[in-house]
């Protein structure tokens, strides 16, 4: 059973950083991070594929990195955060899939963490 645990949410202010984590007992072509605010859609916010090609929302290039370390029998996915702004408050989700044929699109994905909550206030 494929399991994604995100960690490393919390609030800080404008102009802060948050570092995410998850830990995935899976290793898939394609692994990512997602969003969603309250009242909106799940949006893609960066995906790390298989051999390290990255691709990020508009909204967050500069300010965000993703990145991916095999352990073992676990991967671990991270995402830091930098010049957070409160356009950034949302729940953070751990993601993977087979295929990276849209790696930004929500509808790509099979596994879904729990969810990590980030608030970032003015």
């Known amino acids: 059973q494929v399991q994604l645990v995100e960690s490393g949410g919390g609030s800080v202010q404008a102009g802060g950083s948050l570092r995410l984590s998850c830990a995935a007992s899976?290793?898939?072509?394609?692994m990512g991070w997602f969003r969603q605010a309250p009242g909106k859609e799940r949006e893609g916010v960066a995906v790390?594929?298989?051999?390290?090609?990255?691709?990020?929302a508009d909204s967050v290039k500069g300010r965000f990195t993703i990145s991916r370390d095999n352990a073992k029998n676990t991967l671990y996915l991270q995402l830091q955060m930098n010049s957070l702004i409160p356009e950034d408050t949302a729940m953070y989700y751990c993601?993977?899939?087979?295929?990276?044929?849209?790696?930004?699109?929500?509808?790509?994905?099979?596994?879904w963490g729990q969810g990590t909550q980030v608030t970032v206030s003015s």
């Open positions: 993601a993977a899939a087979w295929g990276c044929a849209r790696p930004l699109s929500s509808y790509a994905y099979n596994y």
């Open positions: 899976t290793s898939k072509n394609c």
């Open positions: 790390i594929d298989s051999i390290g090609r990255t691709y990020y």
